[in-house]
């Protein structure tokens, strides 16, 4: 098993890309620690993943709320022992034009992918920093790389979080932890769900593999750069996205 024994935090995990991602860690043998602002999808998600792995625990937890943040990250500490890896999924979005767009909507947005990403990175690092050792895998985005209409205040966070990517990899790697980041491109979640069908169809052709993502496909993407077969990769850019950046 390629995680065996590894304390897994990721965030934003009950469903879509993070309940991929954390399902992956676990059958591979990672302690995996589910985080998420809603204590009924949090519950629900760990009774299911109980029933097929054995180390899954849970924490509410608001990226936001800084305090809270260093409160649960000391907690697992206590509970687990360490973390050792750590997956920044939790985000959300809020699409309007710009000269439409309301400062919530900006705020909100901005709150969550990018000051989030910021918290927990910080209460990971001082646990990374001590024992020397560390895997920290941001989940940006494509729009990140070339932008999207009506998505201003999710494309500035996306492209922030790998420039935080790129900037953390630099100051820790002389402390053997790995920071890289993973770029999705349009995937079959929750999230595309509500997008309409001509603009999934638009997507799709403009794919040279001519298919959206699946939710593993990021999956097996966050499983090798927190794997120690990654372990000379960092500050990384991965774009797992069926070409659609070329």
């Known amino acids: 098993m390629r995680l065996k024994d590894k304390v897994a935090v990721v ?19 990672a302690k995996v620690v589910l985080i998420d602002r809603s204590g009924d999808g949090l519950e629900k998600t ?21 305090s809270q ?38 705020d909100n947005v901005i709150n969550v992918n ?11 690092v001082n646990i990374m920093r001590t024992k020397e050792y560390g895997k920290i895998i941001n989940i940006s985005s494509v729009v990140g790389l070339y932008g999207n209409f009506g998505q201003t205040n999710y494309a500035a966070t996306k492209s922030g979080v790998i420039g935080m990517t790129k900037s953390l990899a630099k100051e820790l790697g002389r402390k053997n932890v790995n920071v890289n980041a993973v770029c999705p491109g349009f995937i079959e979640t929750e999230m595309t769900a509500i997008m309409p069908e001509k603009v999934l169809a638009m997507m799709k052709e403009k794919a040279p593999l001519n298919r959206l993502g699946k939710p593993d496909d990021i999956a097996n993407a966050c499983l090798f750069l927190a794997s120690e077969e990654s372990s000379f990769v960092t500050g990384t850019v991965l774009s797992v996205d069926g070409g659609i950046v070329l």
């Open 11 to 29: 965030t934003g995990s009950t469903r879509g890309l993070g309940r991929a991602i954390a399902e992956k860690y676990a059958s591979e043998g």
């Open 114 to 124: 990018l000051t989030g990403v910021y918290n927990c990175s910080k209460a990971a």
């Open 69 to 106: 943040v260093q409160e649960v990250f000391t907690k697992v500490v206590e509970d687990l022992g360490t973390v050792d890896i750590l997956v920044n999924n939790a985000g959300i979005t809020a699409d309007a034009q710009l000269y439409k767009m309301s400062d919530d909507q900006w």
């Open 46 to 66: 760990i009774t299911e993943m109980k029933e097929k792995y054995s180390e899954v625990y849970g924490y509410v937890m608001d990226v936001t709320n800084r």
